[in-house]
């Protein structure tokens, strides 16, 4: 099983992202799809996920208007848009899969991808 975080870069406040997420080895539409950050020298932390259910999804606040997160079934893909970027949302951006209905714990999240890096410019 592997997960490949893709689509991080540099890009100027106010520009956006698309970060991608791929996922092969299994078949994760019964998974919950997750994005997480961690910034230098801070903990990792929540920033969106999607249900099983399509379009059922939750951000964190500090994203919520900006930050959209979707998934295609079909591809095994979860893709995390990011808009109206700030030089706070500057981070290491892991995916994340996990088995359970409804996940609220990092460590009850079965795979990770292994990052990819936003850079915001103020």
């Known amino acids: 099983v592997q997960l490949q975080a893709s689509g991080g870069g540099w890009v100027q406040a106010g520009g956006f992202l698309r970060l991608s997420c791929a996922a092969s080895?299994?078949?994760?539409?019964?998974?919950?799809m997750a994005w997480f950050r961690q910034a230098p020298g801070k903990e990792r932390k929540f920033v969106a996920r999607?249900?099983?259910?399509?379009?059922?999804?939750y951000v964190a606040d500090s994203v919520k208007g900006r930050f959209a997160v979707y998934r295609d079934n079909t591809k095994n893909i979860n893709y995390l848009q990011m808009n109206n970027l700030k030089p706070e949302d500057a981070a290491v951006y892991y995916c994340?899969?996990?088995?359970?209905?409804?996940?609220?714990?990092?460590?009850?999240?079965?795979?990770w991808g292994q990052g990819t890096l936003v850079t915001v410019s103020s």
């Open positions: 080895g299994h078949t994760f539409s019964n998974y919950v």
């Open positions: 994340a899969v996990s088995s359970k209905v409804l996940p609220t714990k990092e460590d009850q999240y079965d795979y």
């Open positions: 999607i249900l099983r259910i399509p379009g059922t999804t």
